[in-house]
């Protein structure tokens, strides 16, 4: 799907990401985690070529700065972290955008039936006409993420879904339909690499981690493999305990 | 009703609104056709009449109409113009004044004027004869160059910045055309004196066809690109995953708004304002989504610059008001509403 070696990123001669390696499959939820500043959303922008450079990342067996960029709109999609932008438009309009990839002036019928389902699915059909800069910020992040997901709503194999942060300001129901909707397009083939806090969560839904510290990797692999005491309490200068998940039997972390 | 007949509707009944405001400049003024209306007289000339005196044939088709077709490509081109950059730098107060663009033409323009009798022998023929429409345009890219680099880095766009750069590259223009004034020979004045008033007295056929064919090209680039400049409002990154090749974007809205506002300001000076009010109003009825305002602002500058003139010049008939005083009127407290409006966002 997509494989990146030796990633290297300065900025004024500090090390943000030091050669670091990613590599996922098809079908992958890939969730990346680890303390503030230690390169997280600096990683998946430079997978997401947003960052140009000399890195050599390969999408689908092709280095990605070959790929066109309406054709690679279709094959992947970003969801990044919206603070401050205003946006003076209606909701329905903010999540057709993720449709624009697909027409040129009127929006087909697949369009708009990307854009309710997904609308439906992040629960904001309710609030499609609401002025999107009057949203609170959990409804904004669910905007995004339909519209994110709206742009891969297509007849490719094998897409690939960027998130960073997709959870933030989402509350717990949210929360579970954000990563149950980010899973059922894992289960199709399609993959996801998701940057995330929370570890309890990422342990429940992710088939493989990425730990990092410092701009490096400190761990990668199954949960279990990477969620070990030991890497973790290194990883965040704090104290953990791991026991198993009384239903799920996933791996799960207590602080303190 | 569907995005594309809604915006059809809109483009239609706006089309009609100038097509009758065309009619009614074409009846304004104090030129007296022995009774007979305009229209007729413009109908006998169309029909190649050879009983048409010719001093109606000269007003009808060289003064009226002339002027009256002047005003709508110039009140279009600078509407997008204003539009474009507003999509730009994501800001409903990026004009071509506010940012220095208009200055920057000036002072090429006004440069141009008072020396280019100094270099213009060793400049080829073509670029003689469009000296100022040429350093016009030059004047407004640099500027724009100038303020886009100051004003954003990665992607984002620092307003402040941005109109405060706008404010210097003014001011400089304005010093410099002040020497400028002040060296100039009586003939050169009355050329520098127009460019800072702003008019369309001066509106001849040769210049409406170089206007459309700035025009034609212009929007053939620009009027599509309302997904784009909507995608723009995520951020240039956001934008980019979407499809959107932001770079290029980029180049051709600064390109072709250089283009665009220096060949208004080479031919009628400077005209502010339309760029802001236009705009505004459209984002009134349909916010900010470009799709529609950004088509839209090309009949509705039209109309706006139509009827301003036409009031210019019959308000103090025989005489006319500098159109500028008309559109600042309007685009001053404009600017101050939506300052008001983006209080808190700025």
Request: charged share 15%; proline share 3%; aromatic share 8%.
């Amino acid at each position: 799907m997509i494989k990146a070696h030796q990633i290297n990123y300065l900025h004024r001669n500090f090390h943000i990401l030091d050669g670091v390696d990613v590599s996922l499959d098809y079908g992958e939820f890939l969730a990346i985690v680890g303390p503030n500043g230690a390169g997280k959303s600096s990683l998946l922008s430079v997978l997401a070529n947003e960052v140009k450079g000399k890195q050599k990342i390969v999408f689908k067996d092709k280095p990605i700065t070959d790929w066109d960029v309406r054709e690679l709109s279709r094959h992947k999609s970003k969801f990044s972290q919206h603070n401050s932008n205003e946006i003076p438009l209606q909701v329905k309009d903010v999540v057709m955008m993720g449709r624009y990839p697909y027409f040129d002036t009127q929006p087909a019928k697949e369009d708009l039936e990307a854009m309710n389902n997904m609308m439906y699915e992040t629960d904001i059909f309710h609030l499609k006409d609401r002025d999107y800069n009057t949203l609170s910020g959990g409804e904004k992040q669910r905007v995004h993420l339909s519209r994110v997901m709206a742009q891969l709503q297509n007849e490719i194999a094998h897409k690939l879904v960027f998130l960073d942060e997709p959870l933030n300001n989402l509350d717990i129901k949210h929360q579970y339909k954000a990563l149950e909707i980010i899973k059922n397009f894992t289960a199709k083939a399609n993959s996801a690499i998701v940057v995330m806090h929370d570890l309890n969560l990422a342990a429940q839904f992710a088939d493989k981690i990425l730990l990092m510290k410092s701009g490096k990797v400190s761990a990668y692999g199954t949960p279990e493999e990477v969620f070990t005491a030991q890497n973790i309490s290194q990883a965040y200068n704090f104290p953990c305990t791991i026991c198993g998940h009384p239903i799920t039997n996933n791996p799960m972390i207590i602080f303190g | 009703m569907k995005t594309q007949s809604k915006l059809y509707f809109y483009l239609i009944v706006n089309a009609l609104l100038l097509v009758i405001l065309a009619v009614m400049a074409l009846y304004t003024g104090v030129y007296d056709f022995n009774g007979a209306s305009p229209f007729s007289v413009l109908g006998q000339l169309i029909q190649g009449d050879p009983g048409l005196a010719l001093n109606d044939k000269y007003v009808i088709w060289d003064v009226r109409a002339a002027r009256i077709i002047m005003a709508i490509l110039i009140g279009s081109m600078l509407a997008v113009s204003g539009t474009s950059l507003q999509g730009l730098f994501k800001n409903p107060l990026a004009t071509g004044e506010a940012i220095g663009l208009t200055s920057g033409a000036t002072l090429l323009a006004a440069i141009a004027i008072v020396l280019g009798g100094h270099f213009k022998q060793y400049l080829p023929e073509v670029v003689q004869f469009s000296l100022v429409g040429i350093s016009a345009f030059l004047g407004a890219l640099l500027a724009m160059m100038l303020v886009y680099r100051i004003s954003t880095s990665a992607g984002k766009t620092n307003v402040v910045m941005m109109l405060l750069s706008g404010v210097a590259i003014t001011s400089i223009g304005f010093s410099i055309t002040g020497f400028l004034i002040y060296i100039s020979k009586d003939e050169q004045l009355r050329d520098l004196t127009f460019w800072n008033m702003g008019s369309l007295a001066a509106a001849t056929w040769t210049k409406n066809i170089v206007l459309t064919v700035v025009l034609i090209i212009s929007y053939a680039v620009l009027l599509p690109k309302g997904k784009a400049l909507n995608a723009m409002m995520l951020g240039e990154k956001d934008a980019e995953h979407l499809g959107i090749n932001v770079e290029k974007l980029k180049k051709q809205i600064v390109i072709i708004t250089s283009l665009m506002v220096g060949t208004c300001v080479a031919f009628s000076g400077t005209i502010g304002f339309i760029g802001l009010i236009v705009p505004y109003i459209l984002r009134l009825l349909f916010k900010s989504d470009y799709v529609f305002i950004l088509p839209l602002s090309a009949v509705l500058g039209s109309i706006l610059l139509l009827t301003a003139d036409t009031i210019s010049r019959s308000i103090v008939a025989p005489s006319e008001l500098p159109i500028g005083i008309l559109t600042s009127l309007i685009g001053g407290p404009v600017f101050i509403a939506i300052l008001i409006k983006f209080k808190k966002s700025l």
